[in-house]
């Protein structure tokens, strides 16, 4: 938190949290807790019920970016299980559909045995992707499991899927969110789940087990079924949401990235206003240094704690633009003859892209972006790739779609979809591009 002048670290007892009370609070020493921009404090004693957020104090002025209010107590970015309400679809007490929510204080040890479990590696162009809503595939009752609408549910019907001829599992958005944040303007749930407070922490109210044991037993949950389908043969691809968050535009909750440092976590215009290029109100500020190498933690934490097989990327062109502020010495290490680069303009060397296509970890993985925004950029068959990324073929998507209801026209680029789209991904020198059809 760059622009916090104290901070405290909250600690809350699940019966404390559910009363909105902070259990105990400690007062980080600017001097002592903080390096860089950094906070940080080491804890003694028995941690093992307690759940934990932070205060940041500093300024609060919407019109210049910045939300650090010392009442407020955030997650904190790098939790691993967000702990709010409990059962799906129900309001805390006094119907309050946003109750305070707090981070699971991590083990420093793990009692989950993966029993060998080691990465199935299929080559791209040998997968058959079931895109599954986690929840839909088995909350109605004809699902006949035991635990409908969890992940240990949909464990009962993997071998079903593999009967299919089912490879690969694209799980939709997995992350913490809010199902219930239109509640108070409207009627309506968010089912879909594009809407994250969290990248690192699994849906809890995905799981049977739900927040007991301070989230652990969700985390387990979600490990048991990556290591049930791999035994099945079946990899498992995150739908992850780097674009944007569910803290809004400026009417938004102040819920975790908002209140630690909005300036870094968001792009945002000279006045304080978000920029909109995911039509959610705000824009992950992907190409920040700071904002890049958490995405980059954040996937490799998925791929090497959780064992996914990897990731297709919601509105991945958010990725490729600008972060605010723009600063070549600071990205690049060193200026840019005639830069002439603003705020989310599109860039053909994206530092975000570049980090993970040459990480170790990351660079091993299934990497599928969408390749486009809401704010006009579309990058289908030109988005910087490194020779690891596939891409959603969006234009296959649509050709198809009106060739099979009969619209007239559409007969030889339906043919070209059919032939691997050559003129999307086909190049002079012969070589093509992978691509996910």
Known sequence: SGGATAAALCLFTPEDLKADRVTEEVSLDPLMNRTGNVWHVFIEGE??????GYRFDGTFAPHCGHYLDISNVVVDPYAKAVISRGEYGVPARGNNCWPQMAGMIPLPYSTFDWEGDLPLRYPQKDLVIYEMHLRGFTKHDSSNVEHPGTFIGAVSKLDYLKELGV?????????EFNELEYSTSSSKMNFWGYSTINFFSPMTRYTSGGIKNCGRDAINEFKTFVREAHKRGIEVILDVVFNHTAEGN???PILSFRGVDNTTYYML???GEFY???GCGNTFNCNHPVVRQFIVDCLRYWVMEMHVDGFRFDL?????????LWDPVNVYGAPIEGDMITTGTPL???PLIDMISNDPILGGVKLIAEAWDAGGLYQVGQFPHWNVWSEWNGKYRDIVRQFIKGTDGFAGGFAECLCGSPHLYQVSCGNTWKWVE
């Open 47 to 52: 941690l093992h019920d307690m759940l934990y």
């Open 276 to 278: 909109n290029y995911s």
């Open 348 to 350: 053909v060397t994206p």
């Open 316 to 324: 991945a062109s958010i990725m490729t633009r600008g972060s605010s």
């Open 250 to 252: 400026e009417n938004g």
């Open 167 to 175: 490879n690969c599992i694209e799980l939709m958005p997995c992350h």
């Open 269 to 271: 215009a000279p006045k």
